[in-house]
């Protein structure tokens, strides 16, 4: 099994930065790709951004692009989603995701709420 654990969300005001963490533990298993999604009240979850392990290639949703930045600490199975120039509509609980190579298992973590006041 492997858990992920969740870091860094908050209350912060329009135009402000926050670093969310996600480190992963567990059985040994391999990384495909690890990513982050976010749910606001009465949405479906939606993706936001992916980096893959090995290439450390990332992808990231249109509302984000040049906001966002998705990295990685491959020693310390860690994600991290810098979030600068903060909106109102990111308000959200924000779930990192694993992805296992070979298997293509998926694990979530627990949430942690992001919270942009205008």
């Known amino acids: 099994q492997v858990q992920l654990v969740e870091s860094g969300g908050g209350l912060v005001q329009t135009g402000g930065s926050l670093r969310l963490s996600c480190a992963a533990s567990g059985r040994t298993f391999s990384v495909s790709h690890m990513a982050w999604f976010r749910q606001a009240p009465g949405k479906e979850r939606e993706f936001v951004a992916r980096?893959?392990?090995?290439?450390?290639?990332?992808s990231y949703a249109d509302s984000v692009k040049g906001r966002f930045t998705i990295s990685r600490d491959n020693n310390e199975n860690t994600v991290y989603l810098q979030m600068n120039g903060l909106r109102p509509e990111d308000t959200a609980v924000y779930y990192c995701?694993?992805?296992?190579?070979?298997?293509?298992?998926?694990?979530w973590g627990q949430g942690t709420q992001v919270t942009v006041s205008s």
């Open positions: 980096i893959f392990w090995s290439t450390a290639r990332t």
């Open positions: 995701n694993l992805v296992v190579s070979g298997s293509y298992t998926s694990y």
